[in-house]
């Protein structure tokens, strides 16, 4: 009887998550358009956290935000104000938003507003800044804080009159092709990049700024190949919030690091996080570094392999693999195994490789606790220092505490409802 | 019904549920034949075998 | 001194994960403090300020430029780096690693959905529990694994019977389904003979034996030791039975087993009974009579059993040369002394083991971990009295241990303990071959074996070692090299394991004037 019921209910889940449809549909501002934020809110990746327990780049970024917002007008002060209390932080997932690494957004960033338009729901995310010193890897350098400034000030409303020139944009389609193109949809976003500046290119133009300022805007998106990650991040997160109230549900709807712990929170079990330590990764490090210098796993964009992109979807990216010194036989053997924990296949999201089949969709908690086979992530590493930076990249488990904790509370809940 | 006549007539395709030396004695005569990790379920962690037990 | 090296290719593309492995190559060299090798992008620029191996050229490159910065020690030429990367640059990726492996029998068949045979050797607790999904899912079974409860064993028999299935074992050894060996099997002729067996290591050598007299068998189904027990009740053997005499490629059938149960024994010669193919029956010590009442053909021993089901193929009446044997045991005996009395069986195949005994017992009591008889039980199994045969295979001595014909080195020490004994006089070995088994059972022996005679010898004695080879030519440690390099080194090798016992046992009344008493 409670197996049907849950079986039902993942079914229903599965369904929602292959039902969705996200859709880019403009540029607006954090505090205007996110719900819950005010001038005093600063959203971070990851299960909520206190400042105190925060790791070396989440603290970073929330400097680097504080001086970007001209809260604070030092690092020295910034920190400060971050510990008297005067902020509230709270994790992006609590405001149908996500965020890439360190996730910090404060009230005047610009932010992507992607609607799942079979659902209604609108997801968020900051735009993407480029690699090495950035504010997501807890940089706060007078060169991030000007970069912000200029996102803010020049890429924004361009981005904003280019969509309102060419009209919403599909992203289900774009991501089916990615996935077709060699991408993933979480460390390889090359082909994404691309399909994006072919949609947006020719309304850019068709703007009203000075040309200098157009070309620099093209120019950033190119220079930058993760510049649709923080697209395909809301993209799935909207994919993924209309599953947070399905009763009986045993499938993961959130998994999100914030650099000291990683979180996951279950369909059937609401806004509950269940959470343990995070891993450090043993990945491929930049010439330079080594584990030694790495933080600990953090970042919203887990949330695509919760959607069944990303490291679910390794055979799709074979370079990928070599990050941990893989072949392509193991890139396949990585997505194949996923179909061990996930409630079915994706109907759209195909993998040339696996004779297109459908990326293994909707992890099971069930199914990972059963088999012991923990959610494959494809993630950047950051230094554990603020400041310095993106230092390698890798593969990553979640701890199966979470999932263990979670099944144990699943199975309380139905105790307290009489169904065992 | 009986499948066991069946079986004789049929090339063996061999799930291997165990030893990995006896997948690659078959592998080595180009039997067709996957090898199942087989891991004790919940890693053999009790509690939460009996959990999901309580779930079936 | 340090030194910086580096190198610009321009318009070279190479992609970032290539060049980030290649950089950590670098870096392991000798000589070598940093390194890196990438595309001229903004962030590797700055990557290589950061580390002081950027230069001039490196900050004007482009994102389309290929370059290469070292920091070594001075004596490294700028050439060896280069050849290095370029050696990375293009090197052949070995044959990528395993194949899928999914985690269960579902994820399996939902891979593959056309297995058919699953092959299960899991911990014992687990055992029952996968057989029982393999069978609900429609697979046949061969249950390697022990420690499955009876009732449990029972269970799943039922459950197979009833939907037409193999459930061979659990504890079974031994399969040849479609000509595949399966487990620990021998690679054995395709063929007419068809075989049931309750014991592996005697199923292993049936069938070997049959190869060797140059036939073949159509199907070798295992039933696992306890099959013709009353709990049990034959359900694996009648069943096997009777998708032989369904066979059309099997025109002679074998039944291999320890002493079964009476009733089950008469269920299953009932089933001889009606049968229109001819039925080799060898229950160990089994009724002579009860089996010709019922049609059957009674075999004494294993080669016994072969032996027939060939002549029963052929219409012939071959048998095991005798006299070649007795003219063996005179040599043999002769370089003996006269102090030398005993027989050392040293065995790795239970079955083997007690189809040896069996050839004694009519003129020698042979003390045994396993005894035919509970006076002749070794008091401390680690240690022969007279004339003793040990199965090494034993629970006793395998418990934290593989079985000895995976790991003979029980056997080697165990040997090398006899060959202090100077009453000893022959040593007895089985070494069995095929899939399974260790990769080299012989080449294991030979040092100690040697050591062995040795010792005698330099006692002023001779060690008689009578050995015999389970295994065909086409095992994968082939049986004809095998037999060589044991005749090299003086062991007498027998073409049966009831030959070797016969030619032990001839020595021995030599040696005891007639009298084995």
């Given at each position: 009887m409670v197996t049907e019921r849950i079986d039902r209910a993942n079914k229903e889940a599965l369904d929602r998550i292959l039902k969705a449809q996200p859709t880019i549909v403009g540029i607006g501002r954090a505090i205007d358009d996110i719900p819950g934020m005010t001038e005093k809110t600063i959203l971070h990746a990851g299960p909520p956290v206190k400042w105190e327990d925060m790791s070396g780049p989440l603290k970073g970024a929330i400097i680097g935000g504080l001086l970007y917002e001209g809260i604070a007008k030092s690092e020295e002060e910034a920190v400060e104000i971050a510990e008297s209390g005067q902020i509230t932080f709270d994790s992006c997932h609590h405001h149908n938003a996500v965020g890439p690494m360190a996730g910090v957004v404060t009230p005047s960033m610009p932010v992507w507003i992607v609607k799942n338009k079979a659902f209604d729901n609108y997801a968020y995310c900051t735009l993407n800044e480029g690699l090495g010193k950035v504010l997501r890897y807890g940089a706060y350098s007078k060169e991030v804080i000007d970069r912000l400034l200029w996102m803010e000030n020049t890429l924004a409303p361009i981005l904003k009159e280019a969509i309102q020139l060419s009209g919403e944009i599909d992203l289900k389609s774009i991501l089916s092709q990615i996935l077709q193109m060699g991408d993933e949809g979480h460390n390889r976003n090359k082909a994404g990049t691309s399909l994006l500046i072919r949609e947006l290119a020719p309304y850019i133009v068709e703007t009203d700024f000075s040309t200098e300022s157009k070309r620099d805007v093209l120019k950033f998106m190119n220079s930058n190949d993760h510049f649709f990650l923080n697209v395909s991040m809301p993209a799935c997160k909207c994919t993924m919030d209309p599953l947070g109230e399905i009763k009986y549900s045993t499938v993961v709807y959130t998994m999100a690091r914030n650099g000291t712990e990683f979180g996951i929170r279950v369909a059937g079990l609401g806004n509950k996080w269940f959470t343990a330590e995070a891993e450090v990764i043993d990945g491929l490090y930049f010439p330079g570094f080594s584990m030694d210098d790495a933080n600990r796993d953090i970042g919203d964009s887990c949330i695509t392999e919760t959607t069944g992109i990303g490291g679910f979807a390794m055979a799709t990216s074979l370079p990928i693999v070599k990050f941990v010194g893989g072949t392509p036989k193991d890139a396949l053997n990585y997505t194949l195994s996923m179909y061990e924990i996930t409630e079915g296949e994706n109907d759209i999201y195909k993998i040339p490789a696996l004779d297109f089949r459908g990326t293994p969709t909707g992890i099971d908690v069930r199914k990972v606790v059963e088999t012991g086979i923990a959610p494959i992530i494809n993630t950047g590493i950051a230094h554990k220092d603020p400041g310095v930076g993106q230092v390698g990249a890798g593969l990553v488990r979640p701890p199966m505490k979470c999932f263990e904790d979670a099944l144990e509370d699943f199975v309380l809940s139905l105790e307290e409802e009489g169904l065992l | 019904m009986n499948k066991i006549n069946e079986l004789f007539k049929k090339d063996l395709k061999v799930a291997n549920i165990g030893l990995d030396s006896f997948y690659k004695d078959l592998k080595s005569q180009k039997i067709e034949a996957i090898h199942v990790d087989f891991k004790p379920p919940a890693r053999g962690n009790k509690k939460m075998a009996s959990l999901l037990s309580r779930l079936k | 001194m340090m030194k910086v090296c580096h190198e610009i290719r321009k318009n070279t593309y190479y992609d970032s994960v290539t060049l980030m492995l290649i950089s950590k190559e670098l870096k392991?060299?000798?000589?070598?403090?940093e390194a890196l090798v990438g595309m001229a992008t903004d962030l590797n620029k700055e990557l290589a300020e950061m580390i002081n191996i950027s230069s001039e050229d490196i900050k004007s490159a482009s994102p389309n430029d290929f370059f290469v910065s070292v920091l070594c020690h001075e004596s490294i030429e700028k050439e060896i780096i280069l050849d290095k990367v370029d050696k990375l640059l293009n090197e052949k990726k070995k044959e990528?690693?395993?194949?899928y492996r999914p985690a269960t029998l579902d994820s399996a068949l939902k891979y593959?959905?056309?297995?058919?045979?699953a092959l299960i050797s899991v911990p014992g607790k687990y055992a029952a529990g996968e057989a029982r999904k393999a069978l609900n899912k429609g697979l046949h079974v061969m249950l390697f694994?022990?420690?499955?409860?009876m009732e449990d064993e029972r269970k799943l028999k039922e459950l197979a019977s009833e939907k037409g299935l193999l459930m061979m074992g659990p504890d079974c050894g031994t399969a040849i389904i479609n000509n595949v060996p399966l487990a620990f099997a021998n690679v054995v002729k395709k063929g007419n003979i068809g075989v049931v067996g309750a014991s592996g290591t005697g199923t292993q050598e049936v069938t070997v034996l049959i190869d060797r007299l140059g036939e073949g068998v159509s199907q070798v189904i295992g039933t696992g030791g306890r099959d013709l027990k009353k709990e049990i009740g034959g359900i694996m053997m009648l069943d096997g039975l009777k998708s032989l005499l369904e066979d059309d490629e099997t025109s002679v059938i074998v039944l291999i087993s320890k002493p079964p149960h009476k009733d089950v024994a008469k269920k299953v010669l009932e089933e001889v009974k009606k049968s229109n193919k001819p039925i080799v029956v060898n229950f160990i010590g089994g009724d002579k009579k009860e089996i010709e009442d019922h049609g059957g053909y009674f075999a004494k021993n294993l080669e016994d059993a072969a032996y027939m089901a060939v002549n029963l193929l052929r219409d012939k009446e071959d048998t095991p040369n005798y006299e070649e044997i007795e003219k063996m045991a005179k040599m043999e005996a002769a370089q003996i002394g006269s102090n030398q009395k005993y027989m050392r069986g040293l065995f790795t195949g239970g079955t083997l083991a007690d189809e040896a005994m069996k050839i004694f017992m009519n003129h020698m009591d042979v003390y045994s971990n396993?005894?035919?008889?509970?006076?002749?039980?070794?008091?401390?199994?680690h240690k022969s009295i007279k004339d003793t045969c040990i199965d090494l295979g034993d629970d006793d001595f395998t418990v934290g241990k593989p079985h000895p014909m995976i790991d003979p080195s029980n056997r080697v020490e165990r040997l090398l303990k006899e060959k202090e004994d100077e009453s000893v006089a022959v040593v007895l070995m089985d070494f069995v071959l095929g899939y399974g088994s260790n990769e080299d059972p012989v080449g294991e022996m030979i040092p100690s074996i040697i050591e062995a005679k040795k010792a005698f010898e330099d006692r002023g004695q001779y060690l008689s070692v009578v050995g015999s080879i389970c295994g065909t030519e086409n095992d994968p440690q082939d049986y004809k090299k095998s037999k060589k390099r044991l005749e090299d080194i003086g062991v007498v090798v027998m073409p049966s394991n009831a030959q070797a016992a016969r030619l032990t046992s001839s020595i021995l009344k030599l040696l005891r004037g007639g009298s084995c008493e």
């Open positions: - | - | 392991k060299m000798e000589g070598i403090k990528s690693s395993l194949d593959e959905p056309n297995l058919n045979l694994s022990d420690n499955v409860s396993i005894p035919l008889k509970p006076d002749l039980k070794l008091l401390d199994i």
